[in-house]
């Protein structure tokens, strides 16, 4: 089966850096995805990490432990237009599936 | 990345019609294709996959013979939602996948409003 945790909330200011944290347990695990998804809308590809290690890219950043069945995102410099909900998905090997977590709702303050 | 797109993007029906939403994916061949279901404020749900030339798989709790899907051809899956009730009433978003990556492309999705 498929379990993947996410925080429901988490709030910071423009400029500084949130940390969403995901913990999975996947059978036939492999890869982690990031997606953002503003209201209303689809979720976009931010991040994809199959290997163990920190993938940078611009002001997001992503991690994955496979051992511990552990990811994060971290988004720097944060920005109004940040404000979203930030989806972790951990995808099977043999059918390609993809499993969400229920998201995380970022909201950046001034 | 890659171009996936939905039709149509909104559609208001009435109870009991049936609706019918395309995927395509626009610059590439898709070997496989999702539907997903999205009711606010939650994390999307996979509904149904979509192998090009073959029957498609449900998910569990998912009723096939209410939400038929056809993929026709490499760049093409639909959805039809059969005899539409207001509790069908969701964010309906398919996605695309070539045969060589992980990576799954999300088309912009169809709100379906059942009246």
């Known amino acids: 089966g498929q379990n993947i945790d996410q925080p429901t909330e988490m709030t910071a200011t423009e400029g500084a850096i949130v940390q969403i944290n995901c913990t999975y347990q996947?059978?036939?695990?492999?890869?982690l995805f990031w997606y953002q998804q503003h209201a209303g809308e689809a979720p976009t590809f931010l991040s994809y990490?199959?290997?163990?290690g920190l993938e940078e890219k611009g002001r997001f950043s992503s991690f994955l432990s496979r051992s511990k069945g552990y990811s994060y995102l971290l988004l720097k410099e944060l920005q109004m237009k940040d404000s979203a909900s930030y989806l972790c998905?951990?995808?099977?090997?043999?059918?390609?599936?993809?499993?969400f977590g229920a998201g995380t709702t970022v909201t950046v303050r001034a | 990345g890659a171009v996936v797109s939905q039709h149509p993007s909104w559609v208001i029906c009435k109870s009991g019609t049936s609706v019918k939403i395309e995927c395509r994916s626009l610059?590439?061949?898709?070997?496989?294709m999702f539907w997903y279901r999205q009711f606010p404020k939650q994390s999307l749900m996979l509904m149904a996959t979509?192998?090009?030339?073959?029957?498609?798989?449900?998910e569990q709790g998912v009723e096939k013979d209410k939400f038929l899907i056809n993929h026709a051809s490499l760049t093409l899956s639909t959805l039809t939602v059969t005899s539409a009730h207001p509790e069908d009433s969701s964010f309906y978003i398919c996605?695309?996948?070539?045969?060589?990556?992980?990576?799954?492309?999300f088309g912009p999705g169809t709100r379906l409003t059942v009246l």
């Open positions: 996605s695309a996948r070539s045969g060589r990556l992980n990576e799954q492309f």
């Open positions: 996947t059978s036939g695990f492999n890869g």
């Open positions: 990490n199959v290997l163990d």
């Open positions: 998905a951990a995808v099977r090997s043999n059918d390609y599936k993809l499993s």
């Open positions: 610059d590439f061949q898709a070997t496989t």
């Open positions: 979509s192998n090009e030339g073959s029957k498609a798989t449900y």
